[in-house]
């Protein structure tokens, strides 16, 4: 009886076995079914709930992952191509076809780019739009058709130009060139060919400036009731531009309209320009809505001789609350999530112009005087700062 009762166990036993080893087996080829999710890659349910990593808003906001592509859509936020991907152009309209420039190899040691002209192109018919944000040079030529470049090449030095498409419009064809970087132009006109020779900014001009209006598209920033911070940081941009259009600073916007530049964007623009100066416009949150004031906010790791940021951003304080007549709340240092600044490579100050959080200071931000008196100030303080630098 014992001799059988040990039998069976050992059955039993061997049973449980065959059973483990088969369930093991099952869930190891289970887990094989399923691809691993790449690195980086969110799901949509995660893009929902986190924040915008490439806004560079340093993760005030969030968007869900619709948002996202509509952004991307509107040509708001573009990912930067791998040095051997296709160069892609945002076109107008749901589908057009994209008609490529051709570029001939010959005369490649010439130092200008040379743009053939329909026969009859004169100088007035030509205009030229720099979009230094998106690194797009356009060239709209009035009257002109578009099946004249199915024919005639672009030649000459194409070292500053990834790729050329034209199209097609009623008034006459448009020219887009994808450039490298960020440059500025010189043209001439002769023999019915346009000669672009592309220069850094710093060949150009003397003095340069970067201005960066906080948030735009489908992140407001701060926003209640009839606020919007980045409608306030946009008016008090447009109101500066009046301002310095009346010397000779050369001022490079990340925005002047509802669009949201992605953060890299926004540092490429003052690194590659190499500007003098680089001014981030916000507005100042708190949990405590009895704060009101004004503050600038520097990066103290980023050390630069003689003027720099630190220096910068006492002369934006003290400009901008000498204007308004308001509250200095004395200078801050750079948190490590405002990567922006931490990325700049020139005197980079943060200017929080007022505290939306506070109630009555909330009343003045949105009044059109009060906006004007903030950009005076900012005004004032890049006079100063070029004073103080050329000294």
Known sequence: MEHKLMKRAALWSLCFSVAAVGITLYLSLQKTDVPAQAPGVQTDAEMNGSADAGSGENGKGTVSANELAE????????????????????????????KKLTFSQEETDTSYLRVPLPDGCRAEDISIENYYMDQELWILLDGA?????????????????????????????KLRFKLTGIFEYHTILENNELYIS?????????????????????????????????????????KLKERLDQTDIRVYYTRMDDINPGKES????????????????????????????????????????????????????????????????????????????????????????????????????????YQEKIADGIYNAILKAFEQKDS
């Open 71 to 98: 952004e991307a859509a509107r040509g708001q936020t573009v990912p930067e191509p791998e040095e051997d991907e296709e160069v892609l152009f945002l076109l107008d309209g749901e589908e057009q076809e994209l």
């Open 145 to 173: 058709e578009g099946g004249f470049y199915e024919e005639n090449a672009i030649s000459g030095n194409r070292e500053m130009v990834r790729q050329g498409i034209y199209e097609e419009e009623e008034a006459g064809t």
């Open 198 to 238: 592309f220069l850094s900014p710093g060949e150009v001009y003397d003095r340069i400036v970067v201005i960066d209006p906080a948030w735009g598209g489908l992140q407001s920033g701060y926003a209640e009731d009839d606020l919007k911070e980045k409608e306030i940081n946009l008016a008090i941009a447009e």
């Open 266 to 369: 926004r540092i490429r623009l003052a690194n590659e320009t190499r500007a003098d100066l680089y001014i981030r416009i916000e507005l100042g949150t708190d949990e405590d809505s009895s704060v009101y004031g004004t503050t600038a906010v520097y990066n103290k790791d980023f050390f630069i001789p003689g003027f720099g940021s630190m220096e910068l951003a006492e002369l934006l304080e003290t400009e901008i609350v000498d204007s308004v007549k308001g509250k200095a709340l004395g200078l801050t240092e750079a948190e490590e999530s405002e990567d922006i600044l931490r990325n700049i490579t020139v005197p980079a100050v943060i200017a929080r112009v007022g505290y939306a959080t506070n109630k009555q200071e909330a009343t003045l931000l949105v009044r059109e005087e």
